[in-house]
């Protein structure tokens, strides 16, 4: 908006009173009604007026702007002037009682799109009429934008040149047309989603265009096959244009397959919530604590946050869908019920949760828990993912129940083909639990800290020759310390996505009390990659 605009749009009221449309305010005794605020809006969004600045934008409402004064007084009458036109006649006058409240309020039906307006009201009580406010000022942009899209890596139609998975770069152009005599408001921003994106420009993800109408977006497809990207254009007046974009993403023929992998990239993932309870995915060998990919709390189990939640992945049922990356198993402790994400989507949270609650042994699918095997999740204090033990690229669970360790191995989407007891003497209780991964030779092993000294403990889990895994390091909890200074108070938070610097062996990482990212080689030489949003 240009500031010789505004100025146009000045010295209603005394053009108002010269016509003689405006009567002089009668003489009034203490309790003379008076006009005390001002605002005007679209449907039931309003704002303030201000007599000094620009007009304000107002898009299409159902009944027309809606303008509201407060007064002391029983009524307010409302005058309406086109200032594009410069007609010297109001093209509208009407009046509204307040009822009892502090404000009354009308709507002005029929303005023209893109003309600008001016108003003013004047409160009433009985005979009395106060004098008029300042002039209240708007244009009306009653026209959605325009918008389309486009992509050379996956185009509408024809072959793309990415897959599935893989990240594509999308254009973006809106238009607001303009009314003929008229002005538009302009495009203000696009939202995008795959399926409902925003209305607003105030919400998250909200992208600004270039001075041409355009802004370029980098998107994975999430799925082999149609995709359908949903695009919203939202000018200044808050109208809205969508259009949705549908592509096909061919299936990546040679896709990587990298335990620890969320997002569908070959690079192990680090998954932590930020301060406002959203999941963030960060590269295990980022030179920052900066995420590739944040997942809403809002897609949470709980609709909320991430934040309570252990969050256990390495590995995928590869039987069941095509991408190879990690499905996430999700519990809070205390929970009946855990709950697993079946990776559709590469870690993009679209595709709905499992929960599997009752761990009935008589199900005929796992007719093999051991004795003691809790009836349902609620008895898990902590669960980490080993990696595939025995079934392909199936995960395999180590869960800390009442002071034990269980081997829940098979993974599927009922639950496990097999359960093992692995410890009886109940003295892991005060240890956190990580599961750094198999090292290149295929061995595991399992790290704990201890939280009462701050040592951590790396338990060997050596493959053997004929493909099993020997877990008789476990039996004693004390053993294998391989470095101290580890206390809760120092690192709240310790993990480990397997292989970070390229030497064939697991890394620790840790979270400090001041929400700083730490990677180790190892569990030595930390190399500190920053403040965690």
């Keep these: 908006m240009t500031l010789s605009r505004a100025r146009r749009l000045g010295g209603v009221t005394a053009a108002a009173v010269a016509a003689g449309l405006l009567a002089p305010a009668a003489a009034v005794a203490d309790t003379a009604p008076a006009v005390t605020g001002t605002s005007q809006g679209a449907d039931y969004a309003s704002t303030a007026c201000d007599s000094t600045g620009d007009p304000a934008w107002i898009g299409r409402t159902m ?3 809606a303008l509201s004064a407060k007064v002391t007084g029983e009524a307010a009458r409302f005058s309406v002037w086109d200032v594009t036109t410069g007609a010297e006649d109001p093209v509208f006058t009407d009046e509204a009682r307040t009822y009892g409240s502090p404000s ?76 003929a005599g008229g002005e538009a408001s302009g495009i203000a921003c696009f939202q995008f989603a795959w399926m409902y994106p925003a209305t607003s420009c105030s919400s998250p993800g909200a992208v600004e265009p270039d001075a041409d109408g355009t802004a370029k977006i980098d998107l994975k497809a999430l799925q082999w096959g149609t995709n359908n990207l ?20 061919p299936s990546n023929p040679n896709p990587p397959k990298t335990l620890g992998d ?79 994400y079946r990776n559709f989507d590469y870690g993009a949270m679209t595709k709905g949760f499992i929960v599997m609650g009752n761990r009935d042994c008589g199900d005929p699918f796992n007719p093999s828990c051991p004795a003691g ?6 008895k898990t204090d902590q669960l980490v993912a080993f990696g595939p033990v025995s079934k392909g690229t199936s995960p395999t669970l180590l869960t800390l129940e009442g002071g034990n360790l269980w081997l829940l191995d098979g993974a599927a989407a009922w639950g496990f083909d097999k359960v093992t007891k ?23 092993a399992l790290w704990a800290r201890d939280r009462a000294t701050g040592e951590l403990h790396a338990y060997p889990i050596p493959k053997k020759a004929d493909g099993t895994f020997d877990f008789s390091a ?18 709240p938070t310790l993990g480990s996505s397997g292989d970070a610097d390229g030497d064939g062996k697991p890394d620790l990482w840790a979270v400090t009390a001041d929400r700083h990212l730490v990677m180790y080689s190892g569990w030595t030489d930390a190399n500190d990659l920053g403040p965690l949003a």
């Design 373 to 378: 095997f809790a009836a349902d999740w609620s």
């Design 230 to 249: 949903v695009v919203n254009a939202i000018d200044n007046a808050g109208n809205v244009g969508r259009t949705t974009y549908s592509f096909n993403a």
């Design 474 to 491: 476990l039996a004693d909890p004390k053993a294998d310390v391989v470095a101290t200074g580890f206390t809760t108070a120092a690192f």
């Design 422 to 444: 692995l410890t009886t003497s109940g003295a892991w209780n005060g240890y956190d639990l990580v599961a750094p991964g198999p090292d290149a030779a295929g061995n595991l």
């Design 104 to 179: 009354a309020s009308v709507s002005v039906p029929k303005l023209v799109d893109g003309h600008s307006y001016a108003w003013h009201a004047w409160a009433l009580q009985g005979t009395q009429t106060s004098a008029p406010s300042a002039d209240c000022h708007f244009t009306v942009d009653a026209t959605d934008p325009t918008v389309t899209v486009s992509s050379t890596d996956f185009p509408a139609s024809g072959t793309a040149t990415k897959y599935a998975g893989q990240k594509g770069t999308f254009v973006l152009k809106a238009t607001d047309p303009v009314p």
């Design 63 to 65: 009944n027309g702007p």
């Design 262 to 340: 969320v997002d569908g990239d070959g690079v192990a993932d680090i998954l932590l919530p930020d301060a406002q309870g959203n999941l963030q995915y960060i590269p295990v060998n980022g030179s920052d604590a900066t995420p590739t990919t944040v997942i809403d709390a809002r897609r949470s189990p709980s609709g909320q946050s991430w934040a309570p939640y252990q969050i256990a992945h390495r590995g995928w049922d590869s039987q069941a869908h095509a991408p190879s990356s990690d499905d996430l198993y999700i519990h809070r402790p205390g929970d009946s019920g855990l709950t697993l």
